[in-house]
């Protein structure tokens, strides 16, 4: 069981969620007696903040709008030991929490990932599952394999975790970026299995299947293109090189063969090409000496912080 002397804080974020906040709260508080409930609303216009203050939390406002800056304000404002944050849809199990908390404690981890089970149809919708497959996979194959379900809204972290973590999104693609910086930075984490339950009545999914789903894929272009700049910029260099010579070849074969060069704007665009080619991959060279600079300055961020807590 988990330790009561730790200090634990349950980060709820939410917009229009009056139908599920309440559930989200009292489960929360009886899976957790000791912790405190932070509830951060996000411009809703339903009554969310007076349901979710009714029901204990205590309430708090994100004016910029989007998931990313409302974790951006949590991890700054909130001082805890243990942080747990759920989406306040009350589809994930609060009574998983003690375990996860447990097992960040005891294994000396710094992020547990809640591994959705869902108990239901209704629950993960077809296009989400497969968007998650898809988007998962590509995040294992380019910042090696550590995560089944990459987008989960429950995750318990360590103080060292949330309080070195530079929070860069600004809606969901949130998820993303908490575990590509685990993995860049070899932070030990764990999935544990939780059920996944169906909205309840009343409460809709604010997740956009194809929106969204580019718009991660698109965070994870940019965190790839940032933290391995070398690979990026060498895989362009190598593309336009064999493009570049795609196109010299018929010229260098009409020149061997008549002595003239008749295709002069397909050799001036075939020799631009791998002029760029060069310049992509020095790029990647310098860009590869930054990277590892700024990756020193986030693990020398995350090791300024007081060591985990221990069982």
């Known amino acids: 069981m988990t330790t009561p002397a730790l200090r634990i804080a349950v980060l709820v974020p939410c917009f229009n969620e009056e139908a599920a906040v309440a559930t ?88 547990v990932v809640g591994f959705r089970v869902d108990q239901s149809v209704a629950a993960y919708r077809p296009g989400h ?16 394999q550590a995560f089944n379900d990459i987008l989960s809204g429950y995750r318990v972290f360590s103080r060292r975790f949330v309080k070195s973590f530079p929070v860069l999104s600004d809606g969901f693609e949130i998820e993303t970026e908490l575990s590509v910086h685990a993995l860049e930075l070899a932070l030990p984490v764990m999935e544990v299995e939780t059920p996944y339950y169906a909205r309840p009545e009343g409460s809709f999914s604010k997740l956009n299947t194809w929106r969204d789903g580019f718009r991660i894929l698109g965070t994870i272009l940019k965190l790839y293109r940032s933290e391995k700049p070398l690979r990026f910029f060498t895989v362009i260099g190598i ?65 300024s912080q007081p060591a985990r807590v221990s069982d």
């Open 24 to 111: 989200v709260v009292s489960d929360f508080r009886k899976a957790l007696p000791t912790a405190q409930i932070f509830v951060y609303d996000n411009n809703s216009r339903d009554r969310t903040i007076e349901v979710a203050r009714a029901a204990g939390a205590i309430v708090r406002s994100e004016r910029r709008q989007g998931k990313g800056h409302v974790v951006r304000r949590m991890f700054a404002d909130i001082d805890a030991d243990v942080y747990v944050l759920v989406d306040g849809d009350a589809t994930y199990d609060a009574p998983s929490a003690p375990r996860m908390i447990d097992v960040l404690v005891k294994d000396h981890l710094d992020m």
């Open 129 to 144: 599952r497969t968007g998650n497959w898809m988007l998962t996979s590509f995040l294992s194959n380019v910042f090696g």
């Open 239 to 303: 593309f336009l090189t064999l493009v570049s010579i795609g196109l010299a070849i018929p010229v260098i074969v009409t020149y061997l063969e008549e002595g003239i060069v008749p295709r002069l704007p397909t050799a001036v665009l075939s020799m631009g090409l791998m002029i760029v080619a060069v310049l992509s991959v020095s790029s990647g060279l310098v860009l590869d000496t930054v990277t590892r600079g700024r990756r020193e300055m986030k693990l020398l961020a995350y090791l």
